[in-house]
């Protein structure tokens, strides 16, 4: 999982949180929002444990959302191993990076957003190739 960052048309920044399926590379959520705290990350996560089961461990870098005690302590509960990544190396998280960029440039960079729900409807329409060929 990870956070990407982008702007409205008036300025307002927005986040989007995504999460990947390492495995088979499938992108299981991308949440939209002015601000996506822990609380937010969790119901998030949920949603999509709900659709696809619970994971073993999840990875992330050690952005403030993920070393916050409260997401520390809802994977705990739930048996979930946080990994997290070495600071400054996000090649140890490159399928969500992949994602990411995918992203970047299959939306965030092509569309001007005037408000978070025609992101959302957007993100929401939205099909990411993550393949593991670099071309594609």
Not at 98 to 115: A, I, K, Q, V, Y
């Amino acid at each position: 999982m990870d956070f990407m960052s982008d702007s409205l048309t008036d300025g307002r920044s927005f986040r989007t949180f995504n999460v990947l399926d390492d495995f088979n590379r499938e992108g299981l959520g991308i949440d939209v929002d002015l601000s996506l705290p822990s609380a937010r990350v969790i119901r998030s996560l949920e949603q999509i444990i709900e659709w696809r089961g619970k994971p073993l461990a999840i990875r992330c870098d050690n952005g403030p959302e993920y070393i916050s005690q409260t997401l520390k302590d809802w994977t705990m509960k739930h048996h979930i191993t946080l990994l997290y990544i070495q600071p400054g190396k996000p090649t140890q998280n490159a399928y969500i990076e992949r994602f990411n960029r995918t992203t970047r440039h299959e939306c965030l960079d092509l569309h001007l957003f005037e408000s978070i729900e025609r992101k959302r409807k957007q993100t929401t329409g939205l099909r990411l190739n993550t393949s593991s060929d670099p071309d594609e």
